[in-house]
């Protein structure tokens, strides 16, 4: 019966889409619970490439997918995926696609904003995706958001779109020095949109909260990962939702009774996208073979992705923040015919040993890893589906991970596609 929530463990990109593809097929649901199309999962199947920035990584397997309550939707990325599913033989009908009533909208006026802002930040940009997250979440908190179930009542609608656009305008042309949007424009649009989603949108949490009640396996999908989370990350290059195990109650609308195991995703090697502080970025000819080998651009933004070695630091402060009772390692074979590989377990700054994630920046950005290093090696592991068939010190590597971790290794993959995967526990029987 259990409920088991995906986190991704670094700076988003480990993975994650895979995994939940993969779990997918034991499962009844794949939930997700913040964010918007940020996220940018790549599932690979039968060589066949989708990207999801909104709809769950359980669509492929044909499972109901839920846009939870703490995500922000922008409705035309919706309907533009919905649609690509269809071309792709994919049915998507109000059966296996749920969006939540209270999930916030992404307007047009939050991606001005969000653009805007990072224009005028010159230097001191963030790097967002501008998809417009941070505004949208802004106006949720500020309790001016609009959300499904005022999309579907058209005169509330015309009502909060008229009342926000006399806000924003201010800012956008005042401010931000940014063209005005058009209220009228807007509603029209958005009107449209609410005529092809109107059937999927529903209460989602009384709907999660019964298939969990009938035993049915649930997969929590987090999207982004735990360091940019909104209170625990690198603020502020972050985003602007909790990326964190405990969100997914919030963001679903269920109890923390609810969740059963906590998988946390763990790319084998470190990258970021975006601007933000990253103590074990590598700016040689090792980093650059990563980023080459690892085909590491934004699925979102298409921006090439910083690398760097694996940092323990981090990842011990996820296994704590998230409370993972498990985790996977993704892209082993992308540190394939490396002749040594580095892990820093702790840094040094100004003469003093750290061992967890400083709040200051500054500190952090001063921060020097201390790394072990590891011996490489030159078998590919790329289709391995055996732990014990992987060369030896590729199986040390992990083994050191997993010590260093405290939590068991349940999941290794060693490719993009579903075949290229060892479970070495059962997620879902573990619980
Ligand atoms: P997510 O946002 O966490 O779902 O991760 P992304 O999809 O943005 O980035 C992960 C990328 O690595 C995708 O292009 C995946 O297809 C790919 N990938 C996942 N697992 C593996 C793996 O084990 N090996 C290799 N080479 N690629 C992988
Ligand atoms: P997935 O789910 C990697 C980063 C952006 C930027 C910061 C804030 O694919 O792992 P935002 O647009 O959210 O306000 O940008 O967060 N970011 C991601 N980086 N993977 C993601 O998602 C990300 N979603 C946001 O690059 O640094
Ligand atoms: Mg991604």
Redesign the pocket.
């Given at each position: 019966m259990p409920g088991i929530v995906i986190v991704?463990t670094q700076w988003?990109?480990?993975?994650?889409?895979?995994i939940?593809d993969l779990l997918a097929e034991r499962a009844r649901m794949a939930v997700r619970f913040q964010g918007g199309n940020n996220?940018?999962?790549?599932?690979?199947v039968d060589g066949k490439?989708f990207?999801s920035h909104l709809i769950p990584?359980g669509i492929l397997q044909k499972k109901t997918c839920v846009l939870g309550n703490g995500m922000v939707v922008d409705p035309a990325e919706l309907i533009r995926e919905m649609d690509e599913l269809e071309s792709m033989g994919i049915a998507v009908t109000p059966d296996n696609l749920l969006v939540s009533d209270r999930a916030h909208l992404i307007m047009p006026y939050h991606k001005a904003v969000d653009i805007a802002r990072e224009c005028l930040r010159g230097g001191t940009k963030i790097g967002t995706t501008g998809r417009g997250i941070g505004p949208c979440y802004e106006d949720k908190a500020g309790r001016r958001g609009i959300r499904f179930v005022d999309l579907l009542n058209p005169n509330t609608f015309r009502e909060r779109v008229h009342a926000a656009a006399g806000e924003k305008n201010h800012l956008l042309s005042g401010y931000l020095k940014a063209a005005p949007v058009n209220p009228d424009e807007i509603i029209g649009e958005y009107l449209e949109y609410a005529k092809r989603l109107a059937p999927y949108v529903k209460d989602t949490a009384v709907l999660v909260e019964e298939a969990a009640a009938q035993g049915a396996n649930i997969l929590f999908e987090g999207?982004q990962?735990t360091h940019l989370d909104i209170d625990h990350g690198t603020v502020p290059f972050v985003t602007s939702s909790n990326t964190v195990a405990g969100n997914a109650c919030a963001g679903s609308g269920v109890g923390p009774r609810r969740v059963n195991g906590v998988l946390g995703?763990v790319?084998a090697y470190t990258t970021r996208v975006g601007r933000g502080p990253f103590p074990t970025e590598l700016f040689d000819e090792v980093g650059d073979r990563i980023q080459r080998?690892?085909?590491e651009f934004?699925?979102t933004t298409g921006r090439r992705r910083r690398c760097g070695w694996l940092d323990m630091v981090q990842l011990k402060a996820s296994v704590r923040l998230n409370g993972l009772t498990g985790f996977c390692v993704?892209?082993?074979?992308?540190l394939d015919g490396l002749s040594e590989l580095s892990i820093c377990t702790a840094y040094t700054h100004k003469g003093e040993t750290l061992r967890e994630f400083p709040a200051d920046l500054e500190v952090l950005a001063g921060c020097v890893p201390v790394y072990e290093t590891h011996p490489g090696w030159d078998t590919p592991t790329?289709d391995a589906q055996d732990f014990n068939a992987l060369p030896a010190s590729a199986r040390a590597y992990l083994r050191r991970v997993e010590e260093l971790m405290g939590i068991p290794l349940q999941i290794v993959?060693?490719?993009?596609g579903r075949t290229?995967?060892m479970e070495l526990q059962d997620v879902f029987g573990g619980v």
């Open positions: 991704g988003g990109d480990e993975g994650k889409g895979k939940v996220a940018g999962h790549t599932l690979v490439k990207i990584s999207a990962g995703i790319k080998v690892g085909a934004g699925a993704t892209k082993l074979d992308v790329v993959s060693t490719g993009p290229q995967t």
